[in-house]
T-cell receptor, first 112, second 119 residues
Framework: KAGVTQTPRYLIKTRGQQVTLSCSPI?????VSWYQQTPGQGLQFLFE???????NKGNFPGRFSGRQFSNSRSEMNVSTLELGDSALYLC???????????FGEGSRLTVL | AQKITQTQPGMFVQEKEAVTLDCTYD???????LFWYKQPSSGEMIFLIY??????QNATEGRYSLNFQKARKSANLVISASQLGDSAMYFC????????????????FGQGTILTVHP
């Protein structure tokens, strides 16, 4: 059974650009959530999607957005990138009926 | 609101010995789940073990066991027979669940404990 797949794994952008990250959950999982990990702030919740609907949102500016498609795949977008957006972005999926939550390998974003 | 506290920034253990990583939590949720994850230097967050707040028995998964003490609000991870490959950052986390055990909402993480296994 394939795990959570995130693409791209690494990317470098410059300030002001925008970026789109993709996440394919484990087959059968309908819940996807996103987290940002930085050395200073640790792991912070971005948003959670279930059945194409955003169910919860963390305390991030509107430059951070996301969506979920009918096949449960999810994307997150960050517009007008800032240096502080450099981070590891982790996607997690669950089947919503068990407690377990599985993460992908992450997308490491560097903003120059 | 939820809060996870991991008081050990770093831990050292000899190969083949057992080690306990501490985790205490605070929450206003009646029902919740507790997680432990391992994050090697590659960055991937690897799920280790899960404990529901209403589970009567402590969770075990191979060499990992979760010592759940609800009254003390602690959920310590015990790794038996440590291996060199266990060297990594370990995160304790929690998430609310409904009465049926369905998880929802954000996962709240602790600051992590770096475990180093010596040969």
């Amino acid at each position: 059974k394939a795990g959570v797949t995130q693409t791209p794994r690494y990317l470098i952008k410059t300030r002001g650009q925008q970026v789109t990250l993709s996440c394919s959950p484990i087959s059968g999982h309908r819940s996807v959530s996103w987290y940002q990990q930085t050395p200073g702030q640790g792991l912070q919740f971005l948003f959670e999607y279930f059945s194409e609907t955003q169910r919860n949102k963390g305390n991030f500016p509107g430059r951070f957005s996301g969506r979920q498609f009918s096949n449960s795949r999810s994307e997150m977008n960050v517009s007008t990138l800032e240096l502080g957006d450099s981070a590891l972005y982790l996607c997690a999926s669950s089947n919503h009926f068990s407690g377990e939550l599985f993460f992908g390998e992450g997308s490491r974003l560097t903003v120059l | 609101a939820q809060k996870i506290t991991q008081t050990q920034p770093g831990m050292f253990v000899q190969e083949k010995e057992a080690v306990t990583l501490d985790c205490t939590y605070d929450t206003s949720d009646q029902s919740y789940g507790l997680f432990w994850y391992k994050q090697p230097s590659s960055g991937e967050m690897i799920f280790l073990i899960y404990q529901g707040s209403y589970d009567e028995q402590n969770a075990t998964e191979g060499r990992y066991s979760l010592n759940f003490q609800k009254a003390r609000k602690s959920a310590n991870l015990v790794i038996s027979a440590s291996q060199l490959g266990d060297s990594a950052m370990y995160f304790c986390a929690m998430r609310a669940t409904n009465a049926g055990g369905t998880s929802y909402g954000k996962l709240t993480f602790g600051q992590g404990t770096i475990l180093t296994v010596h040969p």
